[in-house]
C-alpha cells in the first residue's frame, strides 16, 4: 500500500516541509508559506576532509610525555598516541574503537551518531535525541543501544563531527561502508528483507497532529510540527542504534538503511539511506539519495554519521 503524505511527509521524492532555497526559517516566514513539494535528484558532488594532524590532535594523539608513561619518540607506534579509548580494535585497522575500517582507506563510525552536550565549564552530558541543537554546542558519538540523534542540520552534524576529530563522510565513502565488502545492494544482501532494518515504523505526524495524507493538509507541515519532539518519541518510530541485529555487513557498520536519514558533506545538502518510514522512494537501501533540502534544514528525520581519515 502506497504511503500518504502524512507517512512520508518525513524526507520523501513528494516532500512535504521547507523549500531548498532559502535561509533558515524564523518563526513566522516560512511557517506561513505554503509548503513545496520537492522531487529529489541524485548529484554527486563531494568534498572537503579532515587532516590527519587533525585528527589525531582530536582523537587524543600526543607527542608530549603523559605522566607515568615513557617518553615517546619519533617512531612511537600510533596505536600508543591514541587515547585508550580511541586505540584501535584487533584487525581495526588504525581506526579508533567505535568506528570501522573500510579497507584499510578510511574510517567510519559503527552506529549512527548520538550528541554529548558540551557545557560551559567543560563538562559533557548527553543530548536528548529528540531536541533540536540551536543554541547549544554539542559532539558527537557512536555507541550502540543509543537512540540517534534526529532533528539537526548537515551544518550542525558536520560541526558535532569536527568537534570529535571527525568529519561528514563523502558520498563514496558512505555508499562504500553501506554496501559493505561484498557490494551488496542493502549490505546485508541484495535482495530486499523488510523488517531487517527499521525500515517500517509509524507515521508520527498522523499520529500526533492528526494530519490527513491528502493535498488539502500540506499547508499543515510546517517547520514547527515537521520538528515537534514529540514526533520521535511516538513507539515504533526511530530505533536504537543496533536494535537491528542484521542490519549490518561484514564491515561492521549498523543500520545504515533506515532509522534516520544521514547527512553527507554536500553544503548543498544530500542524505542518504532512508529512513523509519521510507527507503525505496528515492532509491533502494544503499543508493536511497535526497537532495530536496539545503544543508542549513532540519526535521524529525535528519540524523548523521561521522568519518575520518585512516592514520598513515
Not at 34 to 63: C, E, K, M, Q
Not at 145 to 171: T, V
Not at 195 to 217: F, M, Q, T
Not at 254 to 265: Q, R
Request: net charge negative; glycine share 14%; hydrophobic share 30%.
Amino acid at each position: 500500500m502506497a504511503l500518504g503524505l502524512a507517512g512520508l511527509a518525513g524526507c520523501a521524492k513528494a516532500r512535504i516541509g521547507m523549500p531548498k532555497e532559502g535561509n533558515p526559517p524564523g518563526i513566522s516566514a516560512h511557517m506561513a508559506q505554503a509548503p513545496v513539494v520537492h522531487r529529489s535528484t541524485v548529484h554527486g558532488r563531494i568534498t572537503g576532509g579532515l587532516p590527519h594532524s587533525d585528527f589525531l590532535a582530536r582523537a587524543g594523539g600526543s607527542p608530549e610525555h603523559r605522566p607515568g608513561s615513557a617518553p615517546l619518540g619519533g617512531d612511537t607506534p600510533l596505536e600508543q598516541l591514541l587515547a585508550e579509548g580511541d586505540r584501535p580494535l584487533p584487525k581495526n585497522g588504525l581506526c579508533p574503537a567505535d568506528m570501522a575500517s573500510i579497507d584499510d582507506l578510511y574510517c567510519v563510525d559503527r552506529f549512527e551518531a548520538s550528541l554529548l552536550e558540551i557545557m560551559a565549564d567543560g563538562s559533557e552530558q548527553p543530548f536528548p535525541s529528540t531536541s533540536t541543537v540551536e543554541g547549544h554546542v554539542v559532539r558527537a558519538i557512536s555507541e550502540r543501544g543509543a537512540l540517534p540523534q534526529a532533528y539537526i542540520s548537515g551544518k550542525q552534524a558536520e560541526e558535532a563531527c569536527s568537534r570529535s576529530g571527525k568529519r561528514l563522510c563523502k558520498a563514496s565513502e558512505w555508499r562504500k561502508a553501506c554496501r559493505g565488502p561484498e557490494n551488496k545492494k542493502y549490505g546485508y544482501g541484495d535482495a530486499d528483507e523488510p523488517k531487517r532494518c527499521n525500515d517500517h515504523g509509524r507515521a508520527p505526524l498522523s499520529i500526533v497532529h492528526g494530519l490527513r495524507g491528502d493535498s488539502e493538509a500540506r499547508g499543515q507541515y510546517n517547520w514547527a510540527r515537521m520538528n515537534d519532539p514529540a514526533l520521535n518519541q511516538v513507539p515504533g518510530t526511530v530505533a536504537k542504534t543496533g536494535e537491528h541485529e542484521g542490519c549490518t555487513n561484514g564491515y561492521g557498520v549498523h543500520d545504515m538503511v533506515g532509522n534516520v536519514h544521514e547527512w553527507i558533506d554536500d553544503r548543498e545538502g544530500t542524505f542518504l539511506g532512508g529512513y523509519y518510514l521510507d527507503t525505496h522512494v528515492n532509491g533502494d537501501g544503499c543508493g536511497y539519495t535526497s537532495d530536496a533540502h539545503a544543508f542549513w534544514y532540519h526535521d524529525y528525520s535528519t540524523g548523521f554519521r561521522c568519518c575520518a581519515d585512516v592514520a598513515p
